[in-house]
T-cell receptor, first 114, second 114 residues
Framework: GQQVMQIPQYQHVQEGEDFTTYCNSS?????IQWYKQRPGGHPVFLIQ?????EVKKQKRLTFQFGEAKKNSSLHITATQTTDVGTYFC??????????????FGKGTKLSVKP | SAVISQKPSRDICQRGTSLTIQCQVD?????MFWYRQQPGQSLTLIAT?????????ESGFVIDKFPISRPNLTFSTLTVSNMSPEDSSIYLC???????????FGSGTQLSVL
């Protein structure tokens, strides 16, 4: 079935270092969403990318959607301890199941050493 | 945006019993979903709760084990039946206004089965 692969699974960085997580699909995606889940919390929506080659920024976070709409990345510049959590990408299921289903990547767990 | 109240927030249950989780939304929403998140893992969709009809279950999940109710556009319940330790997980309800909109999540129910 449709899958969204996300790497790395874990990333440990020193505060101030940059961080990137990647999401890949074997099929073209209509859109991709990114969520952040703090330890003990629930996933919270960060952003949605729709257009080929789209780049969006939220302060220190930069989100990219590949030209072929098969991959995406989230880059955090100069990480802070508040960035700790698990970052998930999610794509809308192309067919089958109920309309609007999201398929989540396995997530990248970010830890930041102060 | 949608505010979701999910309860209970956690429970410890005995093997063979059942637990019903409630999800209340502060506005009418078309799409309501139930996810499971095992410790340190990604989110797996259990089913889509349809108002006025039976829920649509994903592969590997069946109605007898996870009966779902959705009596109106603001409320749903998920029951985990005849529980075993393998059912220990976080269960999350989520809602979405339209197919390509973001998901809002409840705070989750952390279930431990002894």
């Amino acid at each position: 079935g449709q899958q969204v692969m996300q790497i790395p699974q874990y990333q440990h960085v020193q505060e101030g270092e940059d961080f990137t997580t990647y999401c890949n699909s074997s099929t073209t995606l209509s859109n991709i969403q990114w969520y952040k889940q703090r330890p003990g919390g629930h996933p919270v929506f960060l952003i949605q990318l729709v257009k080929s080659g789209e780049v969006k920024k939220q302060k220190r976070l930069t989100f990219q959607f590949g030209e072929a709409k098969k991959n995406s990345s989230l880059h955090i510049t100069a990480t802070q301890t508040t960035d700790v959590g698990t970052y998930f990408c999610a794509a809308t299921r192309r067919n089958g199941g109920s309309q609007g289903n999201l398929i989540f990547g396995k997530g990248t767990k970010l830890s930041v050493k102060p | 945006s949608a505010v979701i109240s999910q309860k209970p927030s956690r429970d410890i249950c005995q093997r063979g019993t059942s637990l019903t989780i409630q999800c209340q939304v502060d506005s009418q929403v078309t799409m309501m979903f139930w996810y499971r998140q095992q410790p340190g893992q990604s989110l797996t969709l259990i089913a889509t709760a349809n108002q006025g009809s039976e829920a649509t279950y994903e592969s590997g999940f069946v109605i007898d084990k996870f009966p779902i109710s959705r009596p109106n556009l603001t409320f749903s319940t998920l029951t985990v039946s005849n529980m075993s330790p393998e059912d220990s997980s976080i269960y999350l309800c989520s809602v979405r206004g339209q197919p390509n909109e973001k998901l809002f999540f409840g705070s989750g129910t952390q279930l431990s089965v002894l």
